[in-house]
């Protein structure tokens, strides 16, 4: 009986703290992408990618976003995260089939969308952060070593 006993006490004890290590709220996170010069990144993506989480977000025509992790909106946990923007010129109608190539133009400078070199990072550690970015205007293509 006072093995059961312990074997009880013991998976009250550790179950319901290690249950708790790497869980936690999350936090809301939103802001606004814009180059250096104030004008706002019009379309695009932001990825906050940690060692064991990520939270993404869709860059809105007036540069702001907000976070994503499991579901709309619902942010992300606290942690140090690096963070990957992709920024594109927004679309501008219709184009034909030899105006058409790849991909979109990048607005911002490649090294922003690269998880490698980007050096944007952020910790969050409170509640309900705004979060801003100014990056560099896009300069040419990131030549990477393979």
């Known amino acids: 009986m006072k093995k059961f006993s312990m074997i009880l006490f013991l998976t009250f004890l550790v179950f319901p703290t290690s249950g708790l290590s790497g869980c936690g709220k999350n936090v809301k996170i939103k802001g606004k992408v814009t180059l250096e010069d104030g004008t706002p990144v019009s379309n695009g993506t932001i990825l906050f990618q940690g060692a064991t989480k990520q939270a ?20 992300i946990s606290f942690g140090t995260y690096k963070v990957v923007i992709s920024g594109t010129h ?3 109608g219709r184009k034909t089939i030899d105006e058409m190539d790849t991909g979109e133009d990048p607005i911002v400078d490649m090294i922003y969308s690269e998880y490698e070199l980007t050096p944007l990072t952020y910790e969050v550690v409170k509640s309900d952060n705004a979060v801003d970015f100014k990056l560099k205007p896009f300069s040419g293509y990131v030549k990477k070593n393979i």
């Open 56 to 75: 993404y977000g869709n860059i809105q025509e007036d540069g702001s976003y907000y976070l994503s992790s499991e579901k709309d909106g619902d942010g």
């Open 90 to 92: 927004k679309p501008s």
